[in-house]
């Protein structure tokens, strides 16, 4: 992984790389993480086929960029190889909690990134509105929170 990209966490800062374009965030806040705990602490399976492992803000190296998604949900664990390096293992859904200020790289920015990346369901939740937004492949669904949200690998979550 990038040394520099190492380094910004040290300045306060999250880099991530979409599609050639280098973004930055502050580093989130107590409140924000709540949310992520919370959201995280509802994951469950559904069917017998996936395992719901989910990883919260660790980097995910995608073929057009990298990315440290709030949390990720995967159907297996990650190799024993790749859990000191950047994630290769493409997650199976996504969901981002907006941070004040940067409600467009969560809105706008991430969900056609991560869609296209092979990821099958993107949920973005803005805690100022509780908004949640639902994205797939041709569909994207409005939602308030709390709401439980079944997704295309059979882990449901709630926010």
């Known amino acids: ?9 040290e300045l306060g800062v999250r880099l991530e790389i979409v599609n050639g374009l280098a973004i930055w965030e502050a580093q989130p ?3 924000h993480q ?15 086929g996936c395992a719901c492992v989910h ?13 440290r998604p709030d949390i990720s949900i995967f159907c297996r664990e ?11 293992l493409i997650p199976e859904a ?3 909690v907006v941070s004040k200020g940067f409600e467009a790289k969560d809105l706008e920015i991430a969900p056609p990134f991560y869609l296209s990346q092979g990821v099958k369901d993107v949920l973005v939740f803005d805690p100022a509105t509780l908004l949640v937004l639902h994205v797939r492949h041709g569909q994207a669904q409005r939602l308030i929170s709390p709401v439980t949200i079944s997704l295309q690998c ?6």
């Open 94 to 96: 996504v969901v981002e």
């Open 1 to 9: 992984m990038d040394p520099h990209l190492m380094q910004a966490g």
């Open 78 to 88: 990650p190799s024993e190889e790749e859990q000191d390096e950047a994630l290769t």
């Open 29 to 31: 806040l107590y409140r």
């Open 154 to 159: 059979g882990c449901s979550l709630t926010i």
């Open 34 to 48: 709540k949310h992520v705990e919370r959201i995280a602490h509802s994951i469950t399976g559904e069917t017998p």
């Open 55 to 67: 990883a919260l803000d660790v980097y995910i190296q995608f073929p057009n960029g990298l990315k």
